[in-house]
């Protein structure tokens, strides 16, 4: 059930309208209800997965708060020796990472094998062929569960949480199911937390009309990006793609942008479309974009960009491979035969560097079952390593040529040069295969006479092209006002009654309008993860 069909609305509407009739103590369970409900829309099918990961964690939770429970009433024994309680101790360390990890391997095992079996075939079958064989594995089709990473990397955060004491577990498994498969972000994300999301879940929500309208505008804006923008790029950005060899020059560097356009306003919307739907049952999602393109560094571009995979890779990525102890060695082993202010900074640094590599490696695993999928997370990987690596040279750069980094032009570069970066990553992030990646890097710089007419019959006629263009210049100014720090929501709120109807009428309809002329509306990018 797409987030933009009728069946949505509709199921939307009903929900909500239950949710604040029924007793408010029964709220989370009709949520559950709406949940599960969503699920099996998508396919019975593919039930038995998401089920087998809510057991699993939250059965990891419980046996890691046992084992908690027994360590603490065996530390308050009377008469217990210090050698004793480190003996305990170790022991229930032991145990309670025996439990994560069966957790990890259970859950992160069966989403393996679901999303990337037949990348791993035709790679083995790869390697029998250099090496002479003629033996061959078949590959098979499995059913793609309904957003089984985002629930998988939810589900392992829980976990995770309560073997650092961060969450009490979990005591009720139909609530904890809640947790797992709440319908709103099941498709998209944003990758959720259980302290930030179980207090929203199982407290009362009253009706409000000022929330109900905050929901409602916020889907209304994810509309916006979808229809008026990203489904009109998309028409270019599929037709220099799937066409490498076709367009050159220019015509390649449209498509790139055009992508760019359709990725950010599908993904971007679709969240919007999401925290809204939320909105509309008192429950506030975190935000997962925060004008990425205003960024001035890669790192900074990630900080902003899919926010809450960022920050799920940053918790239980970056510090616990950062900060163990074979970096640990390797950081000492550095320093202590470096004689140089940069040796020793890049003792510091590699270890970091390395779990940059790391997380985009992941990063790009995650986004897809492809050599092209690992080649743009390296990118960028490689990117903020080795701006990393480099910064004491770009200081003394610095003091060298006098630049002052706080200057308006040189701030401006930052953004345009970063802005480049990410373009050159969609290559790869788009591309049917690394190879067409490759092919329409070349053609980039293939010249190709320039011709306004082809450009506008690219996208589709003079009217989509307008309306495109159109839509960004909207979609820009509204941008530089949140990065000013301008809440545009509670300033339309200000707003006398006529004004406050005017931009939510303009709103609707040109959503209504001009995304129908569009036609070629369907489904959100980011559902198939």
């Given at each position: 059930?797409?987030?933009?069909?009728?069946?949505?609305?509709?199921?939307?509407?009903?929900?909500?309208?239950?949710?604040?009739?029924?007793?408010?103590?029964?709220?989370?369970?009709?949520?559950?209800?709406?949940?599960?409900?969503?699920?099996?829309?998508?396919?019975?099918?593919?039930?038995?997965?998401?089920?087998?990961?809510?057991?699993?964690?939250?059965?990891?939770?419980?046996?890691?708060?046992?084992?908690?429970?027994?360590?603490?009433?065996?530390?308050?024994?009377?008469?217990?020796?210090?050698?004793?309680?480190?003996?305990?101790?170790?022991?229930?360390?032991?145990?309670?990472?025996?439990?994560?990890?069966?957790?990890?391997?259970?859950?992160?095992?069966?989403?393996?094998?679901?999303?990337?079996?037949?990348?791993?075939?035709?790679?083995?079958?790869?390697?029998?062929?250099?090496?002479?064989?003629?033996?061959?594995?078949?590959?098979?089709?499995?059913?793609?569960?309904?957003?089984?990473?985002?629930?998988?990397?939810?589900?392992?955060?829980?976990?995770?949480?309560?073997?650092?004491?961060?969450?009490?577990?979990?005591?009720?498994?139909?609530?904890?199911?809640?947790?797992?498969?709440?319908?709103?972000?099941?498709?998209?994300?944003?990758?959720?937390?259980?302290?930030?999301?179980?207090?929203?879940?199982?407290?009362?929500?009253?009706?409000?009309?000022?929330?109900?309208?905050?929901?409602?505008?916020?889907?209304?804006?994810?509309?916006?990006?979808?229809?008026?923008?990203?489904?009109?790029?998309?028409?270019?950005?599929?037709?220099?793609?799937?066409?490498?060899?076709?367009?050159?020059?220019?015509?390649?560097?449209?498509?790139?942008?055009?992508?760019?356009?359709?990725?950010?306003?599908?993904?971007?919307?679709?969240?919007?479309?999401?925290?809204?739907?939320?909105?509309?049952?008192?429950?506030?999602?975190?935000?997962?974009?925060?004008?990425?393109?205003?960024?001035?560094?890669?790192?900074?571009?990630?900080?902003?960009?899919?926010?809450?995979?960022?920050?799920?890779?940053?918790?239980?990525?970056?510090?616990?491979?950062?900060?163990?102890?074979?970096?640990?060695?390797?950081?000492?082993?550095?320093?202590?035969?470096?004689?140089?202010?940069?040796?020793?900074?890049?003792?510091?640094?590699?270890?970091?560097?390395?779990?940059?590599?790391?997380?985009?490696?992941?990063?790009?695993?995650?986004?897809?079952?492809?050599?092209?999928?690992?080649?743009?997370?390296?990118?960028?990987?490689?990117?903020?390593?080795?701006?990393?690596?480099?910064?004491?040279v770009y200081e003394k750069m610095f003091e060298v040529t006098h630049i002052n980094k706080n200057?308006?032009?040189?701030?401006?570069?930052?953004?345009?040069?970063?802005?480049?970066?990410?373009?050159?990553?969609?290559?790869?992030?788009?591309?049917?295969?690394?190879?067409?990646?490759?092919?329409?890097?070349?053609?980039?710089?293939?010249?190709?006479?320039?011709?306004?007419?082809?450009?506008?019959?690219?996208?589709?006629?003079?009217?989509?092209?307008?309306?495109?263009?159109?839509?960004?210049?909207?979609?820009?100014?509204?941008?530089?006002?949140?990065?000013?720090?301008?809440?545009?929501?509670?300033?339309?709120?200000?707003?006398?009654?006529?004004?406050?109807?005017?931009?939510?009428?303009?709103?609707?309809?040109?959503?209504?309008?001009?995304?129908?002329?569009?036609?070629?509306?369907?489904?959100?990018?980011?559902?198939?993860?």
């Amino acid at each position: 059930m797409s987030l933009v069909s009728t069946g949505f609305l509709v199921f939307l509407l009903v929900g909500v309208i239950v949710y604040y009739l029924i007793p408010k103590k029964a709220q989370w369970a009709w949520l559950l209800i709406l949940s599960y409900a969503y699920y099996l829309c998508s396919g019975y099918k593919t039930i038995v997965f998401i089920l087998l990961t809510t057991i699993v964690t939250f059965t990891s939770g419980i046996l890691l708060e046992k084992v908690e429970d027994s360590l603490n009433i065996q530390l308050n024994k009377e008469g217990i020796t210090r050698e004793e309680k480190k003996s305990v101790k170790e022991s229930a360390k032991k145990k309670k990472k025996g439990v994560v990890l069966a957790a990890l391997i259970l859950v992160f095992g069966v989403l393996a094998i679901v999303k990337y079996h037949n990348f791993a075939i035709e790679n083995v079958n790869g390697i029998i062929k250099v090496f002479g064989g003629n033996g061959r594995i078949s590959t098979f089709t499995l059913l793609l569960p309904l957003g089984i990473s985002f629930y998988s990397f939810q589900s392992i955060s829980y976990v995770i949480d309560v073997y650092r004491g961060k969450v009490k577990a979990c005591n009720n498994i139909f609530k904890y199911a809640l947790f797992v498969s709440y319908f709103p972000q099941i498709t998209q994300g944003p990758i959720g937390r259980y302290d930030r999301l179980a207090p929203q879940f199982f407290a009362a929500h009253k009706y409000d009309l000022v929330i109900i309208q905050h929901g409602l505008q916020r889907m209304a804006w994810g509309l916006f990006k979808k229809f008026i923008i990203a489904d009109r790029a998309g028409v270019v950005a599929n037709l220099v793609f799937n066409n490498p060899g076709q367009y050159q020059g220019i015509y390649v560097v449209i498509g790139v942008l055009a992508y760019c356009a359709q990725l950010y306003g599908d993904f971007a919307g679709g969240i919007d479309m999401v925290m809204g739907a939320s909105e509309l049952f008192g429950i506030h999602l975190d935000d997962n974009f925060k004008q990425p393109f205003f960024s001035h560094s890669i790192g900074e571009f990630w900080r902003r960009w899919h926010i809450t995979l960022g920050t799920w890779m940053k918790d239980y990525v970056f510090y616990p491979f950062s900060l163990s102890r074979p970096m640990n060695k390797l950081g000492k082993c550095l320093k202590k035969h470096s004689k140089t202010a940069f040796g020793k900074y890049m003792a510091k640094a590699l270890p970091i560097c390395l779990a940059d590599l790391l997380i985009f490696f992941i990063v790009g695993v995650w986004h897809g079952a492809a050599w092209k999928y690992i080649v743009y997370g390296l990118y960028n990987g490689i990117i903020m390593s080795f701006s990393s690596l480099m910064a004491p040279v770009y200081e003394k750069m610095f003091e060298v040529t006098h630049i002052n980094k706080n200057a308006g032009w040189y701030r401006a570069w930052q953004v345009i040069r970063t802005f480049v970066l990410v373009n050159i990553s969609w290559y790869f992030d788009n591309a049917a295969s690394l190879s067409d990646a490759i092919r329409l890097m070349g053609n980039t710089f293939k010249h190709a006479a320039f011709s306004m007419n082809t450009v506008i019959n690219m996208f589709g006629g003079k009217l989509d092209f307008i309306i495109l263009l159109a839509g960004c210049a909207v979609w820009f100014i509204v941008s530089v006002l949140k990065e000013k720090g301008i809440a545009i929501r509670d300033a339309i709120d200000r707003k006398p009654l006529i004004i406050r109807w005017v931009i939510y009428i303009s709103l609707v309809m040109s959503v209504a309008v001009l995304g129908y002329i569009s036609n070629t509306s369907g489904g959100f990018m980011y559902a198939q993860f």
